[in-house]
């Protein structure tokens, strides 16, 4: 069977999408966000890693479900993981580049590989969503290997701006109806009051 990643990686000739070196030289905006990991929980600045960790990070997955929920709910980005957190001045697309490896421990023995954090990856989505339609239609999902480990890169399209567009989510940490949008270069959790001021400017048909 093929190896998933050689399957999913994406060629960068596309217009519409940015270079992965790009990303890597860019800091985080309104459209780009760094993760350095979906479990394994590393010490800021330094990322060396917290031992003992006995168990998956919630907050980091949650971390993951609440950044691709805001580029949908906004006007769609990328989200890497295995890429240290910015801002910082970046001339080597290669540095700050960690991996997603060190998640790989959270999969099952026969499949710790970028196919099982696939599968893994697109459960954990389709469970926050609600639905599997969101994943396939609005989400492409890629591996790029290099030399300090491999990127996921989850690009993300915007939802169409209509009546009931957009997407509400549950999470591990926060609660099972949630929303989120994108602020300059943060994932902004919206209470009640202002989701539905967000979702009224930018969710409604025209007559």
């Not at 539905?196 to 007559?207: A, G, K, L, P, V």
Request: hydrophobic fraction near 35%; glycine fraction near 6%.
């Amino acid at each position: 069977r093929k190896n998933i990643s050689k399957i999913l990686e994406t060629l960068e000739s596309d217009g519409s999408k940015k270079s992965l070196e790009k990303l890597l030289l860019s800091n985080e905006s309104t459209s780009l966000e760094f993760k350095g990991s979906m479990w394994t929980t590393y010490i800021p600045i330094s990322y060396d890693l917290v031992e003992p960790q006995n168990k998956k990070s919630l907050e980091l997955q949650d971390g993951i479900v609440k950044t691709i929920a805001a580029f949908l709910n906004s006007d769609g980005g990328d989200l890497l993981i295995g890429v240290k957190d910015k801002p910082r001045s970046v001339t080597n697309e290669s540095a700050g580049v960690i991996g997603i490896e060190g998640d790989f421990r959270w999969l099952a023995p026969k499949h710790r590989d970028t196919e099982g954090y696939t599968h893994a990856l697109i459960q954990l989505l389709n469970d926050a969503f609600g639905d599997e339609s969101t994943v396939k239609l609005y989400l492409d999902i890629s591996f790029h290997s290099r030399e300090d480990g491999t990127i996921c890169r989850i690009h993300v399209k915007p939802l169409p701006r209509v009546m009931n567009g957009e997407v509400w989510v549950k999470t591990k940490t926060m609660g099972d109806e949630e929303f989120f949008y994108r602020v300059s270069d943060t994932t902004t959790h919206a209470s009640a009051k202002s989701a539905n001021r967000y979702i009224r400017h930018h969710f409604e048909t025209s007559e």
